[in-house]
């Protein structure tokens, strides 16, 4: 596609769900990532994708974050059991390749009640 | 733990000002460094990009890079209003693949 495709764009759920956010990057990008970005803060990395390979997920909060990509194509990010904590803009963006600016996505603003 | 460090403003200038935003980074082994522009409420854009010692210069914007001194700076010549957004620098660690985002410097351009 033309951009970065994120899906919900918008998502409220309550404590203790599961919710599944989901990431379609530029066509030829092999480079994926998923950040977090709280009100007011800045940019904290969650997971790289090279491919389907995800060679660094030191930034995974905890054992509730999971995610996945399938090839060089959707990758879904999923939080088990959320936490009031969890809330926040979940960006997702890819690359051409490992060293190149990123394209990022129009984000899901996650809201856990 | 790799730092990219910004002051996070905000930055008043007048229209037609020049803006000089600056950075500095902690992984001296850093071989890729961007400016980004984020908008309130929107994604970040990626305007600039650096690779190598000195300047580079693409319209109304200039980065700077000094190896050297770890220190990435981003001017904006004849500040527009529209320039008014938060300016975030970002350093790809030594390895290639993980990016570190400063917390990014507020600019404020005044009519």
């Known amino acids: 596609g033309a951009g970065v495709s994120q899906s919900p764009s918008n998502k409220v759920t309550e404590k203790g769900k599961d919710v599944e956010l989901r990431c379609d990057p530029i066509s030829g990008h092999t480079a994926l990532y998923w950040y977090r970005q709280r009100l007011g803060q800045g940019l904290e990395f969650l997971i790289y994708?090279?491919?389907?390979?995800?060679?660094?997920k030191s930034g995974l909060p905890s054992d509730r974050f999971s995610a996945e990509r399938t090839g060089e194509s959707v990758s879904t990010l999923t939080i088990q059991r959320t936490q009031q904590e969890d809330s926040a803009v979940y960006l997702c963006?890819?690359?051409?390749?490992?060293?190149?600016?990123?394209?990022f996505g129009s984000g899901t603003r996650l809201t856990v009640v | 733990q790799k730092e990219v460090e910004q002051n996070s403003g905000p930055l008043s200038v007048p229209e037609g000002a020049i803006a000089s935003l600056n950075c500095t980074y902690s992984?001296?082994?850093?071989?890729?460094f961007f400016w980004y522009r984020q908008y309130s409420g929107k994604s970040p854009e990626l305007i600039m990009s650096i690779y190598s010692n000195g300047d580079k210069e693409d319209g109304r914007f200039t980065a700077q890079l000094n190896k050297a001194s770890q220190y990435v700076s981003l001017l904006i010549r004849d500040s527009q209003p529209s320039d008014s957004a938060t300016y975030l620098c970002?350093?790809?660690?030594?390895?290639?693949?993980?990016?570190?985002f400063g917390a990014g410097t507020r600019l404020f351009v005044k009519a």
């Open positions: 994708f090279q491919g389907n390979s995800a060679p660094d």
């Open positions: 992984d001296r082994g850093s071989q890729s």
């Open positions: 970002a350093v790809t660690e030594a390895g290639g693949f993980k990016t570190i």
């Open positions: 963006a890819s690359s051409l390749s490992e060293g190149h600016g990123y394209t």
